[in-house]
């Protein structure tokens, strides 16, 4: 069947049908004012409106690098709602992710289910055909059709993709449910990832009738995150029967990070007209003034640490006296305050937070 271009405003020329979901249809067209492509979706025959007005709503609350961006509603000629948004220029995963970027596209879902959380929103469809990894290497999300805030987060009978929905969710009574949900689809989609499409779906124990039990284990040979002991055990949390016992997304959006900023902080210390660097995981520098005091200075790849305090040694004008971890600016004293500033030393540091490069 030829999909029908619908009138649209007249800035928006060149359309073409793109590509189609479960319940739209999307067209590419260039928006002529602002010489931009953008992309137009439009329910398909059938479908429920109130899923475009989700969508709607769910995408003007949310600004998100991760997150497609929405330009603007249309009313159709013929009463049609049509989201106008970004052009996500990439592709869909939709098999085995390559193995040097596994890490980063799981932090960058990560990422987005973090931020859409702390909207306050349940985005209910995440799998791998609704998101796109841009050509920069940035996954955005999109289809927030199901979307729903979490004041209101209740459904009768069953909506979303069988295989990526919570067992919470298999019900024909009215369920409530949170963010969780997210939470074990999340964990499923990256499971996909890691065993790639094809071997996923043979893992597949029941089609027809849920729960769907998935015929694998963390530990097995050949299962991609074997390499990554902290991503397994995130993804088994994540995937728990029981929503309690699964992270929340702000959890593993946190762990993901730190293993990928992992070794990368500069700790900048300056004693007088000195000034040194602590870059290198396990190297230690020794601090010391006079005879008032000594201490060393330890990085161990996420944080900074004080070792083996002696005599007068303060961080932000406490007295440590063990093992610290200093924060990530603070003035760090030798000499008490019952001396005077000419006798004591005074030591800034500060390390700089590094981004996680994409
Ligand atoms: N903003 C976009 N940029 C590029 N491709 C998109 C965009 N939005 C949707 N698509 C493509 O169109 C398909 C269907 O869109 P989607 O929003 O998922 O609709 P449905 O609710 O019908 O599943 C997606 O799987 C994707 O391939
Ligand atoms: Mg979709």
């Known amino acids: 069947m030829k999909t029908i271009i619908p009138t649209l405003p007249s800035r928006y020329i060149n359309c073409t049908a793109f590509d189609a979901g479960g319940m739209?249809?999307?067209f590419k067209c260039m928006d002529s004012f602002l010489e931009r492509d953008v992309i137009i979706k439009i329910l398909q025959p059938g479908s429920a409106p109130k899923r475009i007005l989700a969508e709607i709503n769910a995408l003007q609350q949310i600004r998100s690098k991760h997150v497609v961006q929405i330009f603007e509603r249309l009313q159709l000629p013929n009463g049609d709602i049509a989201i106008i948004e970004e052009f996500i220029d990439g592709k869909t995963l939709n098999n085995q992710i390559p193995e040097e970027h596994y890490f980063k596209i799981i932090y960058q879902l990560a990422a987005a289910l973090h931020e859409i959380h702390e909207h306050e929103i349940i985005h209910r469809d995440i799998k791998p055909d609704n998101f796109k990894i841009d050509n920069e290497g940035v996954l955005k999300v999109f289809d927030f059709g199901l979307a729903k805030s979490t004041m209101d987060a209740k459904t009768i009978g069953f909506n979303g993709t069988f295989?990526?929905?919570?067992?919470?969710?298999?019900?024909?009574?009215?369920?409530?449910?949170?963010?969780?949900?997210?939470?074990?689809?999340?964990?499923?989609?990256?499971?996909?990832f890691l065993l790639g499409e094809k071997e996923f779906f043979n893992r597949i124990k029941s089609f027809t009738m849920p729960p769907f039990k998935l015929d694998f284990s963390f530990s097995e040979k050949n299962f991609l995150s074997i390499s990554n002991p902290e991503l397994c055990t995130l993804l088994a949390r994540s995937i728990s029967k029981n929503p309690d016992e699964r992270p929340e997304m702000e959890e593993i959006f946190n762990e993901l990070r730190k293993k990928l900023i992992f070794g990368k902080h500069r700790g900048i210390m300056v004693n007088g007209t000195n000034s040194y660097v602590l870059d290198q995981v396990g190297k230690r520098i020794t601090l010391s003034y006079r005879d008032?005091?000594?201490?060393?200075?330890?990085?161990?790849?996420?944080?900074?640490?004080?070792?083996?305090?002696?005599?007068?040694?303060?961080?932000?004008?406490?007295?440590?006296?063990?093992?610290?971890?200093?924060p990530s600016s603070c003035l760090i004293t030798i000499g008490s305050d019952q001396r005077s500033s000419s006798e004591r030393a005074f030591v800034?540091?500060?390390?700089?937070?590094?981004?996680?490069?994409l």
Request: charged share 20%; hydrophobic share 40%.
């Open 24 to 26: 739209s249809t999307i």
């Open 163 to 192: 295989v990526f929905a919570a067992p919470e969710l298999y019900s024909d009574k009215t369920v409530s449910f949170t963010k969780k949900i997210d939470v074990y689809a999340f964990g499923i989609t990256c499971i996909y």
């Open 292 to 326: 008032l005091g000594s201490c060393k200075m330890f990085y161990d790849g996420n944080d900074f640490y004080i070792e083996e305090p002696i005599g007068e040694i303060y961080v932000n004008a406490t007295h440590i006296k063990s093992t610290f971890k200093i």
């Open 348 to 357: 800034p540091f500060d390390s700089a937070n590094p981004e996680v490069v």
